[in-house]
């Protein structure tokens, strides 16, 4: 066989004998290669703008003669309960608009730099009540793997949640509800449009610790973010991962509430070898659900490549 019809049998492409370029087979794009957004550094620009609407909305506070004095040090004792009421009522108002303002940025900055326009993912899957259940024994069984990490980080304030309607609100249902839209809806989905899921999983979880500024909360953030990252990508549902974060700070403040925030499992056990037993069985529990983790992930990079983007 000549040299050109080995490469016309290989579908090498062909000069349009009219001269038209514009007939010439092109070849294919990369899987998800026509998104710009985001870059590392886009991340780390909305992790400055972020903080920017954080350091505005305190010096709004401040001109606006709100005292952070009282409760700059202690624990709920420190500020009388009313106090503590219009705390949490601040910290409701403050949070809804700053995140508020943050959600609007990320997608006004997504669309500027060619995103992928998919916001959030909604599936019936994500009120299952076994994955739901799954989940939240994940969220717990971290929770005490990362304890022996957490006891060397310095311990967050208690008292800047307040307390009352608002503190509960705001703690419970919007923080839940606008970072899940936020880092497993928008950040998530662009992440995942370009790079894939792996890499969605864990850059998601990692702008949320980032959110979150100090080392423990950020650190518990991190992990915790791996695990609704994986359930949001298990059940192609916010659903999901909304009802389980309010669950996990639902239990969270309510352990603030009655004074138990710095209760672990060896305070409770001891540092002797029921501690020691109970914690190597939740460690096995958390690996084998890593194991699992990681093989559904692999799958759904599989599926991934064989579909065109979004």
Not at 116 to 129: I, M
Not at 209 to 219: C, Y
Request: proline share 5%.
């Amino acid at each position: 066989m000549r040299q050109d019809d080995s490469a016309r049998s290989e579908g090498a492409p062909q000069p349009d004998p009219k001269g038209d370029s514009s007939s010439v087979p092109q070849a294919p794009l990369p899987p998800r290669s026509g998104f710009r957004f985001p870059t590392m550094i886009d991340l780390l620009a909305l992790v400055g703008v972020w903080y920017l609407l954080q350091l505005a909305a305190w010096l709004v506070a401040l001109f606006a003669g709100f005292d952070f004095s009282a409760l700059a040090e202690g624990g709920p004792a420190a500020a009388a309960e009313s106090d503590q009421v219009a705390l949490g009522r601040f910290n409701a108002f403050f949070y809804l608009i700053t995140m508020g303002l943050m959600i609007l940025v990320t997608l006004l900055y997504r669309t500027l730099r060619g995103g992928t326009r998919k916001v959030l993912r909604f599936s019936a899957r994500g009120l299952d009540p076994l994955l739901l259940f799954w989940g939240l024994v994940m969220m717990l069984a971290a929770g005490t793997v990362i304890e022996p990490v957490l006891a060397l980080l310095p311990a967050p304030p208690s008292s800047v949640y307040g307390r009352g309607f608002w503190a509960v609100l705001c703690v419970v249902g919007m923080a839940p509800l606008l970072e899940e839209v936020l880092c497993r809806g928008v950040i998530l989905e662009s992440v995942r449009a370009r790079y894939g899921v792996v890499a969605a999983l864990f850059l998601s979880a990692f702008f949320f610790a980032v959110l979150h500024g100090h080392p423990a909360l950020a650190f518990n953030a991190f992990v915790m973010g791996l695990i609704l990252g994986f359930i949001y990508i298990e059940t192609d549902s916010i659903f999901s991962t909304i009802l389980l974060h309010a669950l996990n700070n639902g239990l969270a403040f309510l352990l603030i509430i009655v004074g138990w925030d710095d209760v672990t499992l060896r305070s409770l056990l001891g540092g002797g070898t029921l501690y020691w037993a109970v914690y190597a069985a939740v460690l096995l529990l958390f690996l084998l659900s890593g194991a699992l983790i990681c093989h559904r992930l692999s799958r759904a990079a599989r599926r991934e490549k064989k579909e065109p983007a979004a």
